[in-house]
Structure formats: C-alpha cells, structure tokens
C-alpha cells in the first residue's frame, strides 16, 4: 500500500445463518385472499446487519472544516450478489465538508427517517432480516391503494369476487419480506443532507431528494425527510417526519416518535408512527422492545404493531440472543414471526449466524 | 492491512454538485425538428472529474523492468450507480510491463485521442460536465448519418416531412450532452497499449483495440488510436489521431492538433480536430480555453466549436470557478451553455459543488 | 489509511494475453451436425488465472479461534466487465469461524470438487483458458440430453434429420469453451462449508448448498461436493465427489481420484473422474499433465480425455511456457487445442500474456 499520499478507510460487513423460513404467496379464491405458505432451509445473508464493503474518505482542511465521502456497498454474501438492485454503491454514496457549521453533503443518503428507526427507534439497531420494525413494503403505488379499497369496501360478494386479484397483487409485493412497519424511502438518490451541530445533546438532519423525472407535463417529484434527536447519558429520543412523494401529488409521510432509555440491566425502546398515503388511507404503527446484556450474551426482544385503513392489521416479532467472539464478531440465533393484513399471511424466520466486521 | 506482500493502493475521486439542468427532446413536426426544453434542479455527479474509484497494483522487478495494473471503476455519486454501462472497471483495466523501451499493457484502455484532449488540449482537464469539447456523441451510425443527409439534401418540402422523423432519432441520441466535439470512442476494448519512453519532452502512444466481432461473412471491427505529445517547460503540444471502425467498413476518423502555454499569469490552450465519417460527412473543430490562478482561486474558461458537413454548426461554453479547499479538495461553481445542430438544441447546466480525491 | 481498527487484505490478480482464438458454431445441415470455424486476433482476459480483486478479512478471538471473511470478484481485464453473470462478488463470498475443529463457514463457495481439480490433480492449477480439464460445460439439461440421444440413436435418416436441430442445440452451449471434462457446479450458492483439520497430511471438506427454490409442487433442489486429501512432502492424493441436482430429480455426480507427485525434476499429475448424468449417460474422462521447472521458466503439458456415452469423445492438449518475472509476475506463452464430440468441432487458442498478482 502506498500509504503516505492516501487517507482512505476500507470497511465492511459479513453476515450470514442457515435457518429455516415461510413465505406466502398470495392469490385470489372466489371473494377470498388466500396464502399459500413455503417453508425451507436456507443460507441465507443480513441476519444482523446488511453485508457490504465501502470505502471511507476524510481529509482535514484545517481551521475545523474537513471533506468527508462515503462509498458503500451492499451485497448477499450467500450468493455474492449485489442488493440494492445490484447498483455499484447502493448502500450510501455522497461527498461533503463539515465543521462548526455542521456537515453538509450530495450523493444517495440514508432518509433521516430510516437513520433515526436504526439507531434510536429500534431494538435490533441496523439489522434487517429479524428487525420486527423494517420491512413490510409500504411502497404501495397509487392504483395498488385503490384496488385494496375497492375491494375491502365492496357491496356485494360478486363485486369482492372481481376484486379480489387485483387486491392479492396488490399485497402480493410486500407479502414477503418481515417487519411490520409501512415502508418509506430509506435512501434517497440525488439528495441534500445538512445536519447541525451537536448542541448538548440535541441534532438535526435535514435529507432533501430531487426526483429529476420532470417531464414536458409533470413536475419532478421529491422525497423530504428531517429528524430531530436528543441524546444524553442514558436517554436518546427523537422526532422525524418523512414525505416520499410515490408519483407526482400522491404522497407517503410518515411521522415518528420515539426512543430509548438505559436502565443499566437493559435498554428499553418504544416508538410511535403515522403512515399516510395521502388522502387514501393511514396506518398507526407503534413498537417496543429491549436489549438486556448478560456478560457476552444480550438478549433482544422487539414487538411491532400496525393497524391501516385499508391495510388491515399487522404483527411481527423479533427475538435474538447475541454472542459477542470479539468486538468486531457476533455469533447469533434469532427469529422473527411476522403475520400481516389481519393474518392473512404468516411469515417466520429462524436462524443460526455470525457477523464480522472489518 | 496486511501490508508486507501487497502493494496496491487503493484511490478515488467523490465529485457532486447541485444545480440546475435545461434538456432537451428533439421532434419532428411537420418538416422541422423542434426541440422541447425541460429545466429542472438536481444533484449531479462528476462536475469537475469523473467520480472512481480504483485499484493501482506496481512491483519493481529489478534492472529497470516493472510491472503495473490498474481497474478503475466510474461511478454516479448521486445514485451509486455504476457508469460506463455499470461496467465492473469500466473506465480502465489493464495490466502490463515499464521499461527502458517503454510501457506496454493490454486490456481496456483510454485511447491516446482522449488522453491528449483531456490533458493537454482542454482548459477543463479531465473535466465531464461543463467541459465544452467533451461530449456530443458523434458516434452516429452509417444510417443515421444517411438519415440526416437525406433530410438536409431533400428536394422538397413533401421529401423533408417524409424524412423529418428519421433525422430527429439521428440527432435525438446526442442532443442531451454537453460539448461540442464529434464524438469518438475514449476507451477501448481488447487493446494493447505502448507508450514510447520520455525522450526530451517527446512521447508517443498507440492504441490498438481488436473489435472480435468477426461472423461467418464479415472482418472484425478496429479502433486504433495514436499520439505524439511534447511537453517541456511551460508548453505543451500534441499531435493525435484516431480510426474508429464503427461498423466494418463505416470509420470515423478524428485528426486533432493543439496544445497549451504557460504564461505564468495564465495558461492558455488552443485546439483543432478534424472529424470525417468516411465518404459521408465531415466537420470541423477548433477549442480554446483559459486556465487563470489568483491565489486559491483559478478561473477556467473553454469555448469550443464544431462545424459539419451534414451535422449543422454547435458551440460550447464552459466557465468555471474553482477554489482550492486543500490538493486534494476542490470547491467549484461551473457553468455550461452549449447550441447544438445550428442552434436548434440549447442545452445549459450551471451547479455548485466539491470533488474530493483520495 | 486508517489500518488501527482494520485488518483487511486488498488482493487480486490481473491477467491478460494477446492471442488468436478459433471458435465453431454448430448447425444442422440436414441429418449431419456442422461445425463452422471463426479464427480471429484478440486480447483476452485470464489465460493462467481469473482476473479478480477481493478482500480478505481475519481476526483472531483468542482460545484457537478465529473468524474470517472473503468477498471475491472476477473480471475480463480486456473489458472491464465482471465475471460469473457480473455478479458482485462471484468467484467467493464467505463469512466463517475456525479452531482446532477446522473451519465452518457460510455463504458462495468453490466446490469441493473444483478445489481439488485446481489444486492437486490439474498441472495448469487454477488456470482457465488453457486449462485442457477446465471448460466443456457439461451442464446439459434434462431435455438436451435427451434430444442428443434421440439423434444419435435415430432408427433412420429422415429421423436423425428431424431430430438433428435439436441436437446441434444441445451441443452448441459447450461448443465455444476449453476443456475435455464435463461440467460440475464449480461455486455452490447458499452453501455450508467444513473442512476438518489436516491431519497427519489428510484433510476432508464438505461443501452442501441449498437450491433454495422450492415451489408449491416440487422441493428444492441440492449441490454436495465432498473431498478428501493426503498431502505429504512430494506428493498428493484426491479423491473427490459431487452431485449437482440440476433440476429436481435429475443429477450430474462426479466422482474423481488423482494426485501429482513431484520428482524434482518435474511434477506429474494423473486424474480419472466420471461424470454420470442419472439415468441418461456416463462419460468417463481422464487427464494426465507435468511441470517442469528450468530455473525461471517452466514448461507445462496436460492432455485431458473423455468418452461419453451420448457425448462422443473429447480431448484437450494444453502447453504453456511460464516465465517468472518475480514471485508475483509471471510471463507467458501457451496453447490449447480441444476437440469435441467425435471431433465434430476443433477448438484453439494461443497466446502470449502476463499475470500479476497483488
């Protein structure tokens, strides 16, 4: 390595389990949705943590202003492919300066929405696969929102029996992935992110994404995002709002409310959301959960609930027991069970795995 | 880092900007081509330098030989996509000897045009965006350049409108893009590469790319690519030529001279590229350009010119402020106006923003 | 670099040769199958090796233990474009612990049975190009197979002219590549892998992977590689299995034993394996190889065999000239020439490249 002229940090995760998992697919019986359910073995990748590589770059510019850029990629390490819908750098990807001012950078950031749920909101910090509160694609399209309504608020069961494929697919696309939580948009491309100093606890993080799909008849859309947190010995809580706008006037924002409090033998967490697609439905989400440390074994629980207008009613839980090798290795057994759209589909997922990071 | 057995170094560039972009979309109305603008605000990548990142492996192998290989991979910071066509190294890959008698590698490499262009004929060194001779895509095909002629030498007005539509899809691919330079292929597959040892400031490179497109009834394909550049003290100069077959039988044939001074207070840069589609068209090219420090501060200005047989006139302007944050980090605000095909396509991006090399 | 809290390997290899490469398609022209040779000039990518970066990650949690991860890319330096479908990471991908247990780990892993192709019974160990038992892509179908049999079997010619279509069909996905011996699944997605402990010289892997696509009707389907190993001063033995459930209910099993021993004056290699498509047809092959050393340089030959019961027989010669630069650059010149299936189609290649390796 030629080292002197460079300041660049290579990091990453790996992350793997061999468990056992349900998924559903959904169909449409006459009037009914009805899901069929899968189990089988798997390797499978992100129990904890997302795997990924990335690359870190700091320079300090001197009188308090330094450059800063991320490059991160995420990645399945049971198959070696790329997540993210295999981009390059899916993960993250910006540039900026920082100093007293705060920091400010361009590129594909984390919403601050989905910065805060990680690392504030949620029991199972950054994971995926067992996290009870990330998942369940919200992302419904306009159209998809409105053939749920049609058919929960149809008249006559001939009229439901019409209805009823469009509703599966609607659902059909969320159906499989864990969590309970209604889904915005966890990284935004083409965005702004500011975030203020750290006041004796308190910061804020504004994310503002430019859609640039302006057409000669439409206006680009935006996604927003801003997050206020307050950070202090054993207490963290935040407040962050996020507007997704799915297609031109048709909106998702989700509002949440939340934190945790570490009361020495476990972190308690609790945390509230609102979920509206504007002026079609809404969705109350709340969750709980707990980090109890026992020596190198901490114990996690976590429990999510979210009741929509025309989403019906959905549950997941989380349980982990982690093993700390080392510092930078965590050995792990987890599960989650998932029931969605008043349980109709039942998902669960268990596993044995390990994490290293590097 | 296990450090003692490797020896590659590991480099990047981060480079975004925010700003504003007109486009354009090119139509046949009637016997006219009309261009529709769109201006809408963005985050961008690669204003000042193509955002990479990359691995550079040398070993010294005794008695003046050594070897060399590098894979860079070009990348959308405001997205995290990959460029080049989300090519793996898709700006460069090679490997190859140093010697006494020279360099030689084989892989994907720059072509001498475009390393001569972006060193020593362009004020905006390496510059993407704003730079004013990098851009416009002349690599039209045999028919499109025949669609365009077509609709230029119609007889009658009746003969236009029939032939509107197709020269509209000709000129569509390229109207989006900065610059004014016909365009040739900058980096080529299946090459190999050898440059002359520095002989008193004179060096010379070739290129030379095999298509292996070769079916049962036609050859393959080539690009060859070839330079001669001296650089001694405050002047620069450059002799470059290249054949690009883009279809066996069809090239496009780019024959520039040009080079810059250093006058102290400013450096100056002075361009002409001749471009001929054999037998087809031709189109004549001239740059010059301005690169003026004031301390931190160094102003860039590049006007470019280009004038065709059947491609009609295009001008490009660039103008740049850079702000020198450290050697390594850049600020910039930039702007570029470029007229395309007599004006009938006004494109314009100006931004503000930082490049980051590490 | 900020190497305090990391201990990540950058590596990889970067190969290249300039060359001529004949290639055959293969088509019915009535009851016969007819190969038409295309010869061109090209520089190609990976002659001794895969070129590849990666990242090696290790860490040691005290008590014997230790953790370790591996993300590895390959890649076509001649166009910078990924290996493996352009996966992200494609040749490796793993994360695992090992001890006085041996080592278990999860995620994309060679085969058993392709590392020991490479490592003991071939003498171009982890070549590609001009390895004479690496390539032929026996992973026919169900169906294939089926049509190949139908043909070769036809009663009468009216019948051998029907079915001849779908024979060259069958053929023609193997026909372009090297290589005598009949595909295995050389990377094994989803998979657990364990290796025992070496001792006393043996050493057993186990590599099981999980098709992970099951449906409503059929179960998933299953690749296990096995091997066993002796390694001991001059020489080393294998004996190596695997079954690759290519769509359920259908198997390809390899089964091969070989070693090299090593006479000081040259090493000699000498393998047998057989290929069974369940049910459908066997195809016995063989290989048989040396290295010899001359100080820097070292001559390589393999010829490889096989005879197949629908297949024809098959044969590939290979010689190189390997010339060590250093321990980490080799220069080289090599040849393979393979025929297959009864000769139908004559395959070669040659060329002249270097392999650096960092």
Known sequence: FAMAQSSVTLY?????????????????????L??????????????????????????????????????????????GAGQQ??????????VGLGGNFGGLSLGRHYSAFDAVRGAVLSAQNSAYTFDATNGYGGDFTETQLKDLQAYNQAATPANQVARAPAAAAALARSVARMGAWTGYVPRIDNSIRYETPNISGFQGVLVYGFGENKTATTGATKNGSASLTYVNGPIAVALVHQDDELAKGFHLKNTAVGG?????????????NQAKFTGLAKQNEWAVGIRAPLGATTL?????????????????????????????????????QTRRFDSLAKNDVFGLGMRHTF
Chains 1, 2, 3 share one sequence.
């Open 300 to 336: 996690v629980a976590q429990y999510a609930h979210a009741k929509g207008d025309d989403l019906g009613k959905n549950q997941s839980l989380g349980l982990q027991v982690e093993y700390t090798l080392s510092k930078r290795t965590t050995a792990y057994a987890a599960l989650n």
């Open 34 to 79: 009805v899901a069929s359910n899968l189990r089988q073995t798997m390797v499978e990748s992100n129990g904890l943590s997302g795997s990924r590589w990335g690359l870190r770059a700091n320079e300090d510019l001197g009188g308090g202003l330094k450059a800063f850029a991320t490059l991160e990629s995420g990645l399945n390490i049971d198959t």
């Open 12 to 32: 990453g995760v790996a992350d793997a389990f061999v468990g056992s998992k349900k998924t559903n697919t959904l169909t449409a019986v006459g009037a009914n």
């Open 85 to 94: 819908g295999a981009l390059l750098f899916g993960r993250q990807a910006f």
């Open 260 to 272: 945790n409090y570490d009361f020495g033998l476990a972190k308690a967490f609790l945390a509230y």
